[in-house]
T-cell receptor, first 113, second 109 residues
Framework: KAGVTQTPRYLIKTRGQQVTLSCSPI?????VSWYQQTPGQGLQFLFE???????NKGNFPGRFSGRQFSNSRSEMNVSTLELGDSALYLC????????????FGPGTRLLVL | KNEVEQSPQNLTAQEGEFITINCSYS?????LHWLQQHPGGGIVSLFM???GKKKHGRLIATINIQEKHSSLHITASHPRDSAVYIC???????????FGTGTRLQVFP
């Protein structure tokens, strides 16, 4: 099976712009979670989608949003980018609570200038 | 107090040494995850365990549910084991993972 894929891998944006990141889960996985990793805050949960519905949400402002399509692919969007949004954005598929391992993608490294 | 705490934060070792990384958590959990992150960012799930002990190659993970504590051991450490090791637990009744701050391990030849 192919692993979790994320596109793009690297991205440079300027403050005020918006960005959309994409994640394709492992075939058959219906849950996709998004995480932000920064040197200061470490790994933090953004949100989780399951069967096109947001099932859990972390403590991030409304500028961060996401969605999931019927084929389980997921996108996350960040509007009005701030310098502090520079981070590695990771998605993972699988269900860590219900006996499943989470499989992480390689991440998208976003730099906001 | 963080819900998941790891120690030590940084660890250096000589090749061949036995390594132990500890993780304590304060929430009730169904399972605990150990993750490995190499420079460049990619994260690999090493173990998911809910009781007892699991072994994979030179890696051993143990968990004590009553004491809310888990350890990751690396036997005969090697420079390629150099990475950040992160433990994570699902928040109560969700798939949302709460992460420890990570342990940065450097193994020197």
């Amino acid at each position: 099976k192919a692993g979790v894929t994320q596109t793009p891998r690297y991205l440079i944006k300027t403050r005020g712009q918006q960005v959309t990141l994409s994640c394709s889960p492992i075939s058959g996985h219906r849950s996709v979670s998004w995480y932000q990793q920064t040197p200061g805050q470490g790994l933090q949960f953004l949100f989780e989608y399951f069967s096109e519905t947001q099932r859990n949400k972390g403590n991030f402002p409304g500028r961060f949003s996401g969605r999931q399509f019927s084929n389980s692919r997921s996108e996350m969007n960040v509007s009005t980018l701030e310098l502090g949004d520079s981070a590695l954005y990771l998605c993972a598929s699988g269900e860590p609570l219900h006996g499943g391992t989470q499989y992480f993608g390689p991440g998208t490294r976003l730099l906001v200038l | 107090k963080n819900e998941v705490e790891q120690s030590p934060q940084n660890l250096t070792a000589q090749e061949g040494e036995f390594i132990t990384i500890n993780c304590s958590y304060s929430v009730g959990i169904s399972a605990l995850h150990w993750l490995q992150q190499h420079p460049g960012g990619g994260i690999v799930s090493l173990f998911m365990l809910s009781s007892g002990k699991k072994k994979h190659g030179r890696l051993i993970a143990t968990i004590n549910i009553q004491e809310k504590h888990s350890s990751l051991h690396i036997t005969a450490s090697h420079p390629r084991d150099s990475a950040v090791y992160i433990c994570a637990v699902p928040a109560y009744n969700t798939d949302k993972l709460i992460f420890g701050t990570g342990t940065r391990l450097q193994v020197f030849p």
